[in-house]
């Protein structure tokens, strides 16, 4: 008997290598309040036609996407199940959601090139557009319908504006959850048609606890210097755990200190390694963004003033990164323009 082709597995952006992956992972670290937010309205039978949950990278958002789905597939919007949203891993619907053939659910997120095998740089249109037929569909069981964006910062103008279509015509009995690192770039269209769930960055010993678990190899002090240098993200933390990420998110760090004084020659060698590595410098933009993000919330929660000049260069470090990842281009020059950009901020005060 011919033996049974294995199924493919197809390359996933969210996928950390070693970890499960969010649709598969059960328990929720932190974002209490914003649990008891949707708890509130899906048990209450009153929830919105869309959630934009924003909050940094490797935060939790898809965690807390597949946790609302997996509650509106089993119960709708009632208070039968659990308060917290919680469904058992062997529950039916839990079973389907993990394998990816739950018929009620649609994930939305850049599609595989067929040509290369390798994820597109965008969300396309053609993928948004998905969900006029998926709504259009007859309800199944419980007769709810569920769909998530993964992410919203991945779209082209064309998916956006697709998507905008969909939130002015609302189905009935169907949700959208709109993920999105960056909801301040999103257009504003989106984000009124949206009720907010923002998550914070994880604190130091919600972090500790939850790597603990995740990565029982590593002592206290490792555990404790990945919590710091993630900016409060389990995702980036687990990242940062493998390879040359703790490097990387030294080297955003040197990169913001040494501002006012580029080191170009080194900043140059620091492009070159990016270009040689997997992702490397979508990888490093995210450190640096992260990192950037953290100390512009801290200065800020002790009162300091006069940070607009870091925030507009904490944008102008996304959007180069973000280009430049999309459109090959040169990992030198766009580490030099980051620096450019931050010394230009670092002249107004230092960060």
């Known amino acids: 008997m011919a033996r049974r082709a294995e199924p493919e597995i197809l390359p996933e952006a969210d996928r950390i290598e070693g970890q499960p992956h969010p649709r598969e992972v059960f328990e929720l670290v932190g974002h209490h309040e914003a649990l008891a937010r949707a708890a509130r309205a899906i048990r209450g039978g009153r929830p919105p036609q869309a ?20 509650y509106l597939l089993r119960y709708g919007a009632t208070a039968e199940g659990p308060e917290d949203l919680s469904l058992a891993a062997n529950d039916p619907v839990s079973q389907q959601v993990g394998a990816g053939a739950h018929p009620g659910l649609l994930i939305l997120r850049r599609a595989v090139n067929e040509r290369t095998g390798k994820l597109m740089n965008v969300l396309s249109v053609e ?44 189905p009935s009995r169907a949700m959208i959850l709109v993920l999105s690192h960056n909801p301040g ?16 960055p994880l604190s130091d010993s919600e972090m ?3 790597l603990e678990q995740k990565l029982p190899q590593l002592d206290d002090a490792e555990r404790a210097s990945l919590a710091r240098l ?28 040494n501002a006012g004084h580029p080191d170009v020659p080194a900043l140059l060698a620091l492009g070159d390694k990016l270009g040689r590595m997997t992702d490397g410098l979508e990888t490093f933009g995210t450190f640096l963004a992260n990192t950037l993000s953290e100390r512009i ?19 102008k470090v996304r959007s180069k990164f973000a280009r430049s990842s999309a459109l090959y281009l040169d990992p030198r020059q766009t580490v030099v323009s980051a620096a450019l950009a931050l010394g230009d901020a670092k002249r107004h005060g230092a960060l």
């Not at 959630?51 to 997996?70: D, M, Q, V």
């Not at 006029?132 to 964006?149: C, D, E, N």
Request: with cysteine; aromatic share 4%; net charge neutral.
């Open 297 to 315: 919330r801290s200065k800020g929660a002790v009162g300091v003033t006069g940070l607009d000049r870091w925030i507009e260069a904490s944008e």
């Open 230 to 257: 993630s900016g409060g993200s389990i995702g980036n933390a687990l990242v940062l755990a493998e390879g040359e990420g703790v490097a990387l998110a030294r080297e955003a760090d040197r990169l913001i200190e």
């Open 51 to 70: 959630w934009l949950i924003a909050g940094p990278s490797g935060i939790g958002k898809a965690t807390l996407a597949y946790r609302i789905a997996r």
């Open 127 to 170: 993928e948004v557009r998905k969900l006029s037929s998926f709504f259009g569909m007859t309800s199944g069981a419980g007769g709810w319908r569920v769909a998530i964006i993964d992410t919203a910062d991945d779209m082209n103008d064309a998916a956006a504006n697709a998507l905008l279509k969909t939130l002015e015509e609302p």
């Open 208 to 210: 500790e606890e939850a």
């Open 185 to 200: 770039r999103l257009v504003s269209t989106i984000r009124s048609r949206c009720q907010r769930l923002n998550l914070r």
